[in-house]
C-alpha cells in the first residue's frame, strides 16, 4: 500500500492559493484515478484507491499546513504504511512556478508542514515532489504570497506543473521512485 499526500489548508479561502498546490495535485490525481469520494478521518480528507499494483491512499490533511504531520502519522498507523511508502507533494518558494523537483529525502528547508511531518514520522527519510511557486517580488511578504492566488499569467505553467506532478504520482505506483526522478527532473 502507497500513500500520497499533499499538504495545503483547508477551507474555500485557500483553495486556490500557492500553497494549496499539494491539495490541487492530489484532487487531480483522484481524478485521473477515478477515486472514490474522499472520508474525513484522522484530522484529514483522505480515500483508498484500489489499483492493479495495489492500494493507493491519497490525503488531504485538515490541520492547516503546519500541523500536517498529525494527520499523515495516525493515517500511516491506522493502514500501517512505511515511510518508504509516501510522498508528500508540497509548495517550494526555490523553484520558479511551473518546476517541480523530485527527492528521496532532505530536510523541511523552511517549510513548516514538511517540519510538522519530519517531527511526527521521526525522520526526513521520504519522498517528496516539490512544486515551483516562486518567490515574492515587490517586497511583498512571504506569508502574504503563498496565501495568494497564482496570476493569470503563471496559470499554464501551474496546470502543467499539477499535470506532471500527478503523472509521476502514477508512475511511482509501477516504477521505482529513482526511475521516476530521472524521467522528471
Known sequence: MKMIIGLGNPGK???????NIGFQVIDELAGQLDAPAMQSKFNGMYTVVHRP???VILVKPLTYMNLSGECVRPLMDYYNIDVEDIIVLY???DFAPGELK??????????NGMKSIIQHLGTDQFKRIRLGIGRPTNGMKVVDYVLANFSKGETSV???MVDNSAAACREWLEEPFLEVMNKFN
Open 13 to 19: 479561502k485557500y483553495e486556490k492559493t500557492r500553497h
Open 158 to 160: 501551474i496546470y502543467e
Open 91 to 93: 509548495d517550494d518558494l
Open 53 to 55: 499494483e495495489g492500494k
Open 102 to 111: 523530485l527527492r528521496q529525502k532532505g530536510s523541511a528547508g523552511g517549510h
